[in-house]
Each structure stands twice: as structure tokens, then as C-alpha cells.
């Protein structure tokens, strides 16, 4: 494996990607991240459909600048953290997959691209563990995931680490919370058996960062004790309290500022402040339990002025430290979330947030 890992890293990359010439980090007051979604490459297990991109093409706004392209490719990989870099995106979170059989890691062919990167040193990297499935449903199950990030992902220097502690975006504390009870364990049992396991192999200890709405009692009772060390979101469909689904991003807009605010008055714990750029479920068959949900995209201009509204979030008060922020997504096209350049649409999603949030690489 070891030796396919060089050999891919290897592969010719056309001059037009390497135009842009080498960059160096920029680092500001803020930290701006993208999750990843690594489901666009034909016949991989665990991507939507074995032609993942058929159902997109129906919807021509959203064909990537880069065309129909083979993720996991050096190439696309190495022209995509140039942009991120270029436009002040300072990390990038890849959705993470593992299960049965023989608890196998799948849909990474994106991060192992992002390994193979020099321009990786420009961006960091961080996991969202998709843990949305029956998986882990054994302690041995569970030792085994962690020993597998342990080892692979956060000795290395381009890891997202906070206060020199490696970073892991849990999609769902609820949903963690539930599977450990299925074989007599709890989140904190669990979590705590994760540190151990970590500082065992001499590396730090890890900031888990709960998925959860800000409505959930969860955070006011027990994250804190649970072990984790702040909250975070893919993403919001709704506010806090009693408001339905958004039919406009207006809608979705506000949902989000509500959470936002009573993450503020309740949480002990930091928020990574979770953005998006819209919703669309359409291409993967829609919202079924509200169809107008998907009327959620955003403008660009909404899309700043959502960014501006995160940006003031983040300096609002003392409840909120670490002045980070994670968008949703870079390129969830089937979702209709999305701020990769497009044919269409060009540069202008990563034009707010430069806009907003300053940086980008230096050339």
C-alpha cells in the first residue's frame, strides 16, 4: 500500500495547474474551514451511485470549473487547495467513513490526494467522522478507529490542531451517545478510552467537537462532561425553536443566527460557528419532508452577508475563544451547498469569504 501511495503521488500534472505558482499560508485573527464531500468518483462504494455526477448534470449551474472531474486525481486535488489557500480557507474537513466490513476506511481517495499535496502545508486538514451508520458496534470496533487516526492522521504536521490538540468533528453526539449504549458503553466511556488510547501511542490528547443544534438539551447538561471540548454542525435545516424548515435562504439564514445565539446564552464550550452557502436536494431527489426546503440557495450576496453575520458571531463575547468557523460545503452538489468554482458562478462564493474574513495565500 505504502508503495501505491508514492507511486500515485507521482502522477504528471498538466502546466495549467501549476500556474499559480507555490503560496504560504496567511494566517489571520480568524479560522475559516470547508467540509468535503468525497463522493464524485465513478464505481467507489459508498459514493451515491456508482455515476455520481449523472444526477447533477441536469442542473448545469453547478458543473464544477474543473468539468465532471475524477475526484481523488493529484491534480483536481492540487488546483483545489490552491484555491482554498488563494481565498483564505485556512483548513479543510473531509466527511470520514469507516465500517464493515473488516472495518474498512472508504471514501478517501480525496484525503489521500490531499496527502500526496505539497500544497497541503497551506492547508490543514481535519476529519468530520460520518458516524451516521451502526458503526462502531464493539469496544474493538471502536479501539480500532482510533488507533487508525492515531496513527495515520495525527502525528502530521498539516492536522488541524487547536492549543496543540488534534481536532475530530463528530457528526452526531445524539447518534454516538445511542450507538455506545447498544454494546454497554456511554460517549464519556467511550471518549475517554480514545484518550487513552491516543497519549498511550504519545501523542495529545484530542478535541472532539460535538454535532448537535443548539435546542438539544445535550449541551447544557452533559457535553462538557461527555469529554468534548466545543460544538459544532454540518449543517442546519431549521431554527432553534419552533420555526419549520427554511423555503428561502432568508429562512435558512435566520435558522442559523438563532442557533448561533442560543449556543451563546447556553453552551460552556466553544462553537466552531457552522456557515452554509444553501440548500437544493433536488438532483438526489429532494427534500421529501418539505419540498419548498429546497428553495434554500443563497446569492452570493446573502452568502456574505451570512459570512458577516458569522464574523460578528465569532467576536461577540468570551464564550467564543477560538474564533474558528467551518462552511458548508465545498462541494456538496447534490445538496445544492457548494462554494467550489463553477462554470457559471466562477469565483464568486470564495470572493465573500476572502471579502469577509481577509487572507489568502501570499504569492
Known amino acids: 500500500m505504502r508503495k501505491f501511495l508514492r507511486l500515485a503521488c507521482r502522477r504528471w500534472l498538466p502546466a495549467w495547474m501549476l500556474a499559480l505558482g507555490a503560496v504560504s499560508s496567511w494566517a489571520g485573527p480568524y ?37 465532471w472531474y475524477r475526484e481523488g486525481d493529484d491534480n483536481i486535488m492540487r488546483q483545489q487547495l490552491d484555491w482554498m489557500a488563494a481565498y483564505g480557507i485556512q ?20 484525503l489521500q490526494a490531499y496527502l500526496c ?17 451502526r458503526f462502531p458496534a464493539s469496544l474493538a470496533d471502536w479501539d480500532g478507529l482510533v488507533r487508525y487516526w492515531s496513527a495515520n492522521y495525527f502525528p502530521r504536521p498539516e492536522f488541524l490542531k487547536i492549543d496543540g490538540h488534534p481536532v475530530v ?22 471518549l475517554a478510552r480514545a484518550q ?11 478535541q472532539f ?80 419532508a418539505d419540498r419548498q426546503h429546497d428553495n434554500s440557495e443563497s446569492s452570493p450576496e446573502q452568502f456574505r452577508q451570512h459570512l458577516q453575520a458569522a464574523r460578528a458571531r465569532m467576536d461577540s463575547g468570551p464564550w467564543q475563544s477560538w474564533k ?14 457548494f462554494i467550489e468554482p463553477t462554470e457559471q458562478g466562477r469565483f464568486q462564493y470564495l470572493e465573500q469569504v476572502k ?6 495565500a501570499q504569492r
Open 31 to 67: 479560522q475559516v474551514g470547508v467540509y468535503y464531500f468525497p463522493g464524485w468518483r465513478d464505481n467507489t462504494p459508498g459514493s451515491p451511485s456508482m455515476h455520481p455526477w449523472d444526477p447533477i448534470k441536469p442542473y448545469p449551474e453547478r458543473k464544477p470549473l474543473l468539468g
Open 91 to 110: 483548513y479543510v474537513v473531509f466527511d470520514w467513513y469507516m465500517g464493515p466490513p473488516g472495518n474498512t476506511v472508504y471514501l478517501d481517495h480525496a
Open 117 to 133: 499535496a505539497p500544497e497541503r502545508a497551506d492547508v490543514k486538514f481535519s476529519l468530520l467522522w460520518a458516524n451516521h451508520s
Open 169 to 190: 468533528f463528530v457528526f452526531s453526539a445524539d447518534m454516538l451517545e445511542a450507538q455506545a449504549k447498544t454494546f454497554g458503553q456511554t460517549t464519556q466511556s467511550l
Open 196 to 206: 487513552s488510547i491516543v497519549q498511550a501511542a504519545g501523542g495529545q490528547s484530542v
Open 209 to 288: 467537537i460535538a454535532g448537535t443544534g443548539a435546542s438539544a438539551p445535550f449541551i447544557s447538561a452533559t457535553a462538557k462532561a461527555e469529554g468534548y471540548s466545543g460544538f459544532s454542525a454540518y449543517n442546519y435545516q431549521q431554527g432553534p425553536a419552533d420555526m419549520h424548515m427554511s423555503h428561502s435562504y432568508a429562512e435558512l439564514d435566520q435558522g442559523y443566527r438563532a442557533q448561533w445565539q442560543l449556543f451563546a446564552q447556553k453552551a460552556d464550550l466553544p462553537l466552531i460557528v457552522p456557515a452554509t452557502s444553501g440548500w437544493d436536494k433536488r438532483p438526489w431527489g429532494g427534500t421529501t
Open 324 to 337: 474558528y468557523a467551518v462552511i458548508c460545503c465545498w462541494n456538496e452538489y447534490g445538496e445544492g451547498s
Open 355 to 360: 471579502a469577509v474574513f481577509g487572507g489568502g
